[in-house]
């Protein structure tokens, strides 16, 4: 299993749909850590958040994980508003 597994959103907007697709190639992918980089999203639904908040809980139950890096604009906005770090953690660059 590699250790790190990145997937590049690019369309402008992040809705639940595109969670799904993003939840189906995480869940193919044989990496330990899923890495999903929205900084071409300038725009996303709760509803999506929520779907990625779902599928970190199952990785983590899987012994892998979930993070999210590249958020700007309204997509930002909303995670942070949602306090979402607490349950789905942004990826740092060492």
Known sequence: M??????VWNGSEFTHGDACRVSDAALRAAARTIVVDLSHARDATTSAFARLVLLRRYL???GRDLRLTGLSHRAARLYEVSRLDRVLPSWQLA
Do not use: F, G, M
């Open 2 to 7: 590699s250790e790190h597994y990145a997937i």
């Open 60 to 62: 983590l139950r899987t």
